[in-house]
T-cell receptor, first 110, second 111 residues
Framework: DQQVKQNSPSLSVQEGRISILNCDYT??????FLWYKKYPAEGPTFLIS?????DKNEDGRFTVFLNKSAKHLSLHIVPSQPGDSAVYFCAASTGNQFYFGTGTSLTVIP | ETGVTQTPRHLVMGMTNKKSLKCEQH?????MYWYKQSAKKPLELMFV???????ENNSVPSRFSPECPNSSHLFLHLHTLQPEDSALYLC??????????FGSGTQLSVL
């Protein structure tokens, strides 16, 4: 049973606009939520994370929002740049167990 | 460069072959992981080692055999694999269950 879900396999956004990637989870025991970015032929690289006790974390153009009551988190990228085009994975962790979604492929159109 | 190095980057093997995937981390982390990524599926955790001791084995078939000789090195020994085992195999490390640092992966094709 998949504990972390990304229901949008792909997203296209115009350069300069906001990209919003969504993720849902089922396990209320998760401690941390993370976003990873993956380019073809490379491993995922860490982007940003948020503790379960917070509802927002910001790092430059990237902001992650956590809604615990809805078991939902989102990643906002603003302004979007062509170099942001990649697959984005949502992940959640408890202890040493990390659970990943299936990814959302973001295309930023110049 | 994430500090986690995997070799080889690509591997093609027959179902009767024996091969090994290698992972080395230069970050001083205390946990190492093997993940499998198949097309259109989430990353699947295979094995976790904390301080060289295996702590998780997520019902992985015995044709996959991990080895962790020390905190910096992790191997995945492969034998008599099936075509459905073709996937990207990712190694990762972490410190105290914080974020994972991934290697570039080994793209495995089983013929």
């Amino acid at each position: 049973d998949q504990q972390v879900k990304q229901n949008s396999p792909s997203l296209s956004v115009q350069e300069g606009r906001i990209s919003i990637l969504n993720c849902d989870y089922t396990n209320s025991m998760f401690d941390y939520f993370l976003w990873y970015k993956k380019y073809p032929a490379e491993g995922p690289t860490f982007l940003i994370s948020i503790s379960s006790i917070k509802d927002k974390n910001e790092d430059g153009r990237f902001t992650v929002f956590l809604n615990k009551s809805a078991k939902h988190l989102s990643l906002h990228i603003v302004p979007s740049q062509p170099g942001d085009s990649a697959v984005y994975f949502c992940a959640a962790s408890t202890g040493n167990q990390f659970y990943f979604g299936t990814g959302t492929s973001l295309t930023v159109i110049p | 460069e994430t500090g986690v190095t995997q070799t080889p980057r690509h591997l093609v093997m027959g179902m009767t072959n024996k091969k090994s995937l290698k992972c080395e981390q230069h970050l001083g982390h205390n946990a190492m992981y093997w993940y499998k990524q198949s097309a259109k599926k989430p990353l699947e955790l295979m094995f976790v080692y904390n301080f060289k001791e295996q702590t998780e084995n997520n019902s992985v078939p015995s044709r996959f055999s991990p080895e962790c000789p020390n905190s910096s090195h992790l191997f995945l020994h492969l034998h008599t694999l099936q075509p459905e085992d073709s996937a990207l195999y990712l190694c990762a490390s972490s410190q105290d269950n914080e974020k994972l640092f991934f290697g570039s992966g080994t793209q495995l094709s089983v013929l």
